[in-house]
């Protein structure tokens, strides 16, 4: 795995949030192609940041970001707090053993709320793990300006076995 700088991660091994890490921004190509970076993790809060590129652009006229790149980055930003709050739940296994608990997880229902155009030269996306059952989580998510001016919302739920 490539060393990465550190960043807020509540109470895990660093082979935890290495591995968990590598499989958001690395393992899962498309989040590699969107330009998301992890930037904080918590049991039931975790947040990562996207710049504004050209190839993110959905309205050429005015440089807003494309509302499928809102819609994916809410989703797989729902996905990861899942995956830390599973990884949370199991303290009690090894780091690695952890990071196999995600082969199963996929989403299964996405709202987004499209509050405002997109329009910033960096965003937050937030997640905040509402429920985790034993099949089912549920998620609320929140794309930002940098400056944390609100652009739209989100929630999902995700099967987690």
Not at 49 to 72: C, F, K, N, P
Not at 131 to 145: D, I, N, P, Y
């Amino acid at each position: 795995m490539k060393a990465v700088a550190p960043f807020p991660a509540e109470g895990f091994e660093p082979e935890f949030v290495t591995g968990l890490r590598e499989i958001f921004e690395h393992k899962i190509v498309f989040n590699s192609v969107l330009g998301l970076k992890v930037a904080t993790l918590g049991p039931d809060r975790v947040s990562a940041t996207l710049a504004m590129r050209t190839e993110l652009v959905g309205h050429y006229g005015h440089h807003r970001v494309h509302g499928g790149v809102i819609s994916a980055s809410l989703d797989t930003i729902g996905g990861l707090a899942v995956m830390v709050a599973i990884g949370a739940r199991h303290m009690e296994e090894p780091p690695l053993q952890r990071l196999q608990r995600f082969a199963k997880l996929g989403t299964i229902d996405l709202r987004v709320d499209y509050l405002r155009p997109a329009i910033a030269e960096a965003f937050q996306i937030d997640a905040q793990v509402l429920r985790l059952g034993s099949r089912v989580a549920s998620t609320r998510m929140e794309f930002r300006a940098a400056d944390g001016k609100l652009f739209s919302t989100g929630s999902a739920a995700y099967i987690v076995s």
